[in-house]
């Protein structure tokens, strides 16, 4: 069993920039493909980005793509999410998780996600 505690949450005015963190403990962080999903009030989650097990290919929404960046360090078993140019739509509670899903279309799928976080809440303001 994996346990996932995001941090780095807040509020940020447009175009700022937020770097939010996953650390894990519990089973081998390294064996897991991580991702980052949010989700708005009355909606549901949805995916914002995916990392393999050693961080060589990455996988963003088309909402993020050139403005976030996911990386990941196994040694020191943390995920990261850097968001730039931050817009309103990103205001949401964003969430990491882990699968054991290695490539594909079901990467971007919530139900292949078998560990999850709490949640950090991120606000953009216009």
């Known amino acids: 069993q994996v346990q996932l505690v995001e941090s780095g949450g807040g509020s940020v005015q447009a175009g700022g920039s937020l770097r939010l963190s996953c650390a894990a403990s519990g089973s081998p962080f390294s064996r897991y493909t991580m991702g980052w999903f949010r989700q708005t009030p009355g909606k549901e989650r949805t995916f914002v980005a995916a990392?393999?097990?050693?961080?060589?290919?990455?996988y963003y929404a088309d909402s993020v793509k050139g403005r976030f960046t996911i990386s990941r360090d196994n040694a020191r078993i943390t995920m990261h999410l850097q968001m730039n140019s931050l817009k309103p739509e990103d205001t949401a509670v964003y969430y990491c998780?882990?699968?054991?899903?290695?490539?594909?279309?079901?990467?971007?799928?919530?139900?292949?996600?078998?560990?999850w976080g709490q949640g950090t809440q991120v606000t953009v303001s216009s």
């Open positions: 998780a882990a699968t054991r899903v290695a490539t594909g279309s079901l990467l971007y799928t919530e139900s292949s996600y078998i560990y």
């Open positions: 990392i393999s097990t050693n961080g060589g290919s990455t």
